[in-house]
């Protein structure tokens, strides 16, 4: 299977040098940048943009808070679940690193001796998105746009081929969208039990003012002003 990795006329190695060569050519600070971006920050935005969303959800409140809270459950459990499942992906198809059979790569972080195929990056990264447009089309193409730059920062970082990458998206995805039919059932109910709850419900559906605010009060406390005026006409 290493047989993925051979050079030549291969346009996925033609690729990997084509997008790693911008990091040669690019100022050192932007190759820190990259380097910080494609490891962790892009990681820390998609759970910013969750969070987000859940906040957003919770807020509007509805019918569909219930479901979409659960969608957002579901998509790290999924991104949780595609790493499992590529532990024995890797093992079976055991393609080293770029940077071990290809000389002249700048690779911007060292240290990464595991196998190369798929990339976990990217299969955590699409399954937050995917996951993310199931609860919500705005926040999910967010996410997948920045699914979509992780991938771009793996090759450019010298450490993933492309290839690594799009199966990456692709076991993302398919562990998201598979799964979600039996994964909703279980988790939208048991978000909805949350919801009655008094205390837990905040987490699904935002509380409305004890009281009901005062346009809540003022028709009822209009109602015995209003028969009190009738009773003196008459």
Do not use: Q
Request: charge should be neutral; aromatic fraction near 8%.
């Amino acid at each position: 299977m290493a047989v993925l990795a051979e050079s030549g006329s291969n346009p996925d190695v033609d690729l990997l040098y084509d997008i790693n060569g911008l990091a040669k050519s690019a100022p050192g600070w932007v190759d820190r940048t990259m380097e910080f971006v494609g490891e962790y920050g892009l990681l820390l935005a998609m759970v910013l943009l969750i969070l987000w969303c859940w906040w957003t959800v919770r807020r509007r409140g509805g019918e569909d808070a219930a479901p979409s809270v659960a969608a957002l459950v579901w998509a790290p459990l999924a991104a949780g679940l595609a790493v499992l499942v590529n532990v024995p992906i890797r093992g079976f198809v055991e393609r080293p690193r770029p940077f071990v059979d290809h000389e002249g790569l700048d690779v911007l972080v060292a240290g990464k001796t595991d196998f190369s195929f798929v990339s976990d990056h990217a299969t955590i990264t699409m399954a937050l998105g995917v996951g993310l447009f199931v609860a919500n089309r705005r926040f999910g193409l967010a996410g997948i746009g920045l699914a979509l730059l992780e991938g771009f920062c793996r090759v450019f970082m010298g450490v993933h081929y492309p290839t690594d990458v799009v199966g990456g998206f692709a076991l993302g995805t398919a562990v998201v969208l598979l799964l979600s039919p039996p994964a909703m059932a279980l988790l939208t109910p048991l978000m909805r039990a949350v919801e009655r709850s008094p205390r837990a419900g905040r987490l699904v559906r935002r509380r409305p003012a004890a009281g009901g605010g005062r346009d809540a009060v003022l028709p009822s406390a209009r109602k015995p002003v209003e028969s009190e005026e009738r009773d003196l006409a008459a």
